[in-house]
């Protein structure tokens, strides 16, 4: 399918919104020459934000990682994630001195409890003793031993009636070039489906994600319209749908999810159609 | 289970929003002494707002039913409805001079127009000829012949690859004390089952009408924070969970969907809890 | 991909089914040339039989159709619906005297009064007077007005709990070469979708379809063996999974639903694997 | 909701299909006085078996846990599993000499190793060369590593496309008298959705566990006919609507998963309707 560059695509918008892999790194790391747009976007002044389905890490370890690899300019504030929709769900809903239970590793939590938030990982969890259990989250699919906690977790939610959240709404993430794993979007799918509940689930496409990084932009230009800005990612299903609508442009980029020989038949089939399709988001200089 | 009183919840909020049917009114008509809440909410000068998933009808028609009922202060300001959204979206997306094909009544469409863009029923769409149709919208469950409008939006989109969007999330609709009927969002679920492709849905639970209703009220009250607005609904699957995930306290009214008898089952089933749960909306003056 | 001429797959079998659309005939009528194959099987002498999801005609109408486009061969001894499987199950469980509603045309209630059954169409029932309707039933997706007799359905299975069939499990067909039409399967599964009730299905895939056909076999080749048989199909998933399941080998003709150019990536994608893929089942003689 | 004595109801009946876990034997061990039971039958000459969605275990070793409990009549020829069903799947489907990946335990992979057939654990399985694997069975949810495991599993089905089965459809099982645990049915689910694959299921409700069943019968009383059996199950959505489906008459009892307080409301809102709602399968000698 005919693609655009994206040099020619980015420099009619106000601002830009990232998806972060697939489009700037890579299970090999930093997407090669990606480098190129940001010096690019520096030069135009047209801010960019990162927009992330992801709740292991807090954005100043999502941040560090980018540093460290040679992009210093995705500084903490430029990262809009999907744990910190938790962690403001969280700080709004619940009652002081009650703990979150949580599937995840301990650095998942540490960002909720940067809140001033209490948290249990569900192996410290007593089942008799639920008293200042108040919520159930969804942080990461590592950190616990999926045999004995998953089951764990399904009978503390059987025990007690309690909201769960699911702070990230992948159901899998690619672990190098060939194989994938359950993401914690997909354990909870499992649980949601025994128990026949509904959980309340954060990250893209839904309209919160990008909500929260809107509300970034207008600090840095006031009067930006949600139709001056350009949503660039990977993912029909997450990043292309959910820009649309939200009311953004949208980019599909050919480095990730959705690869050239089938990016036509899979707009056709999901009926998912953005704006542009780019090989890459990167920029010749 | 035990219930608050209207009273004693909503004064401790700075604003309010409410679901129309099965909170405000029935099949029958307006709740009884319903009338009596907003003479308490003006006197106490807390704004409020009706957030409706209904795309059958403008804002200046909903409002009209009110007034024409005995609710002369629900203005066409204080309405809601998922058809914005979808004006919204159509007035941001659609390239000048292409049309919106529907499913619906030609009042539904009339919304859409008001904005300048232009629409055709499916019964007037020429499968041979469809260069300038750009868009489809599901807007109503009446208006059309079912047996061979369904089928004709099913092969149009088949015949050529469209944005669709389902102005209304609600899969059915009650149209007497004992009866329901198909809602436009349940023959959009079917559409897209027997088409496998992913259609963009307007309406609550979605974020999207929260946020809607929320710039509504900054504009009333320019300090205004999520926690001091009081979302109020008849149903725990769109109301109560939108409410909840948006950030905002939610009161569970029992004067509709859920009912007295099987409220405490369905909120220990669902999982979807509310901040509080009152008989219904009214209050004695 | 590669596929095997059908001729050097059958000769293997000691008797063969066949799905009959897609594989016999399509929407301009029989497959060119098919009547081939019922010479060649006629002379080896190995027994067919024609399996159809398919509860809108009965079996002598099904085999009329044959004889008069040509294929005098197709008795109606050969044939085995799923309208045959819901007969049979009304036979066994319906109280005398009592009537089976049901959506569809006057034609496609016919084959089962023949069992001495009564049967009321959706639009001659009293919703106030359900005494002696003790079954539902869903037969074709013609013979009723959609907007008013799916709601109607809808209400009736509301105010009566009782045992709902569907008598092809189909969700589309096609009715032309470019367009298809909502089966019956599909409006059923819109309306166990609205109640949240289940209902039971008749038709291929289903063990059901297949046990009939093999008991049918029997008759003729009392020793036969499951592996001896093959299914003959152009669906992967109703003729293909179904008759792996059920033990038979399979051969996948691609002159139906499956097409030359996408077989390979359907079959991968979806993990049903045919034992054979045959371009038809036509027979050079 | 009014109940029928077991007995009343079994004696109008030529055979008897029992479901095991809540019928005949819960978490602590034999449903009490359940010995009454088959002390009558023996008397009245009515033949029984057990269906059991169970693939953990030989039949042998099912019966050997009755025999060891006290119920020395439920001998190995009495019982039917999805078990069996799944190794005569490959007895006729897999090549000689090719083996059949598995999550599970050594145990359960011993039944399908004692027809001739080569199985290998998942854990066992080199992803760089499969030459050799053909099938792959959800067996066990024990036995393995959930954390390595189920993404191994996920990675060898996106390697190599190959016919998949779960051989017990059960999303969950009981381990005491409050606590459930995940199925391998459950687990199979996850991974056929993160791949978008189709797996053959084994066990109730489908109508091939009911089959296996039914031969059993003929052979016992060769003229015995669908009507004349009853299906005895605590489950509605497998042994009740199974049953129903097949044509047998069906008897509910409250003594495991459906519970006297429920079961009104379960079969009003599921539209399963059973021929008879027993206290449990016990009769009183």
Not at 132 to 148: I, K, M, P, Q, R
Not at 183 to 211: H, N, S, T, W, Y
């Amino acid at each position: 399918m005919r693609t655009r560059s994206f040099r020619s695509v980015v420099k009619n918008y106000r601002a830009v919104f990232f998806d972060a892999f697939g489009v700037l790194k890579n299970h090999k790391g930093l997407i090669p020459d990606i480098a190129n747009t940001f010096v690019y976007l520096e030069k135009k002044q047209i801010p960019y934000y990162v927009l992330t389905n992801d709740s292991s890490r807090s954005p100043e370890e999502l941040s560090g990682w980018y540093i460290k690899h040679g992009l210093p300019s995705i500084t903490t504030d430029k990262i809009l994630s999907s744990g910190m929709l938790a962690m403001e769900f969280f700080k709004t809903k619940l009652i002081n001195g009650n703990a979150v239970a949580y599937l995840g590793t301990k650095d998942s939590a540490h960002y909720i409890e940067t809140a001033g938030l209490k948290t249990v990982p569900i192996g410290e969890i007593d089942l008799d003793n639920l008293e200042h259990v108040e919520s159930f989250a969804f942080l990461d699919d590592e950190g616990f031993d999926w045999n004995t906690d998953i089951n764990k977790t399904i009978n503390l939610l059987r025990k007690k009636n309690m909201t769960v959240i699911v702070a990230n709404t992948d159901k899998n993430y690619p672990v190098n070039k060939n194989d994938i794993a359950v993401a914690v979007g997909g354990l909870a799918d499992l649980v949601e489906k025994i128990l026949g509940k509904k959980f309340i689930r954060f990250g893209k496409p839904d309209a919160q994600m990008f909500l929260l990084a809107y509300e970034r932009a207008l600090k840095d230009i006031p009067d930006i319209q949600r139709k001056e800005i350009l949503m660039v990612g990977d993912t029909l299903f997450t990043d292309i749908i959910g820009g649309n609508k939200f009311g953004l442009d949208t980019a599909l980029v050919l480095s990730g999810n959705t690869l050239a020989d089938n990016a036509k038949i899979k707009i056709g089939s999901s009926g998912i159609i953005p704006t542009y399709v780019c090989d890459s988001a990167v920029i010749d200089l």
